[in-house]
């Protein structure tokens, strides 16, 4: 293949294909495919609230780019790609949401007036690596016994594309045969590998078999391989790239420091503990030796004053043969 093809997970590049007006059907059938929308459920419009592309001079900032669109079933979506685990992402989702969600309210309107806010976040990495192996989440507010909806107003939907390769490596034969309806636009997104500069021929493949039936497919892909042969694109892409890679070594350095950081902190506290638990096994050492010996004087006197080694043993219920050997070393002279 020497077709070059830009990697549509670099956030400009997925903006120009899915987030510009001259591209509007392919965003629609990007869109309805990813939400499962079907007959009256399917979207048939939407407007662009974001239209702005990236600029030569904002590379390298962390500026916004997501799509984000006003639909024809009077719902706003935004989707936002990430390539680089930041951490924080279930609250950056929340409080994007809930900007969108209440922006749609104008002063002197009622609640009832407010629209369904729909938030796609399409990851390179597994956002609950713990709670789940699907590639494909939705989430909505749910009454914790009783699971009704609290307001279908709220909907987040996530996709992660490291776990869609893996599922597709995995089980290519079977997601093949019955493939989701999203799932030759994750290829889409997947195909490129930006580390390496390099798409894999498979995956394209199977991609350009899906585009003979599927025109919005087939669409996308040209306008994909025309965008990536654009010249500023390319020098945009090249700094994007520089970018990230210098946003992934901070993030290392980062979390190297904070592991040394934590290293030492470790062993400071270690010790301190360590000098803490040694001081109180000294003193509970001191404690017990101090009441053995305070309890062989008492043996010994009674002793002493001729009192039996049993009825020592029965008084202070001390051992027999401890008291006999005590007896023994009086006699010795001890």
Same mark, same amino acid.
């Given at each position: ?259 040394? =950081? @934590?290293?030492?902190? $470790?062993?400071?506290? *270690? !010790? %301190? #503990? +360590? &000098?803490? =638990? @040694?001081?109180?096994? $000294?003193?509970?050492? *001191? !404690? %017990? #030796? +101090? &009441? ?13 004053? +001729? ?28």
């Amino acid at each position: 293949m020497t077709t070059e093809y830009l990697d549509l997970k670099m956030d400009f590049m997925f903006k120009q294909l899915f987030g510009h007006p001259s591209r509007k059907k392919i965003t629609i059938a990007f869109l309805n495919d990813l939400l499962h929308r079907q007959g009256r459920d399917r979207i048939t419009d939407v407007q662009y609230e974001n239209t702005e592309l990236i600029k030569a001079e904002q590379v390298g900032k962390t500026s916004r780019l997501d799509v984000l669109v006003y639909t024809s079933n009077d719902e706003r979506i935004n989707v936002e790609i990430q390539m680089v685990d930041q951490h924080d992402m279930p609250e950056r989702v929340l409080y994007y949401w809930s900007k969108l969600f209440s922006s749609s309210l104008q002063s002197g309107q009622n609640y009832s007036e407010l629209v369904p806010a729909i938030m796609i976040s399409i990851l390179n990495y597994p956002l609950f690596p713990h709670e789940t192996d699907s590639f494909h989440n939705v989430f909505h507010l749910y009454e914790d016994n009783e699971h009704f909806i609290w307001s279908p107003h709220l909907e987040f939907h996530t996709f992660d594309l490291s776990q869609f390769m893996v599922k597709w490596k995995k089980y290519r034969r079977e997601m093949k045969a019955k493939p989701s309806a999203e799932y030759p636009w994750l290829m889409m997104l997947s195909a490129a590998d930006y580390r390496k500069k390099t798409i894999d021929t498979n995956i394209f493949h199977e991609l350009e078999g899906f585009a003979m039936n599927e025109q919005e497919v087939r669409e996308a892909i040209k306008e994909w391989e025309s965008l990536s042969a654009n010249q500023e694109n390319k020098v945009l892409y090249e700094a994007r790239l520089k970018y990230l890679r210098d946003q992934l070594s901070n993030i290392m350095g980062e979390r190297r420091a904070g592991r040394e =950081e @934590g290293r030492e902190e $470790g062993i400071k506290e *270690g !010790i %301190k #503990e +360590g &000098i803490k =638990e @040694g001081v109180k096994k $000294g003193v509970n050492k *001191g !404690i %017990k #030796e +101090g &009441i053995q010996k305070e309890r062989e004087a008492v043996i010994r006197k009674m002793l002493s004053n +001729g009192t039996a080694p049993d009825t020592i043993a029965n008084m202070l219920d001390y051992p027999l043969e401890e008291i006999k050997k005590i007896q023994r070393e009086i006699e010795n002279g001890k």
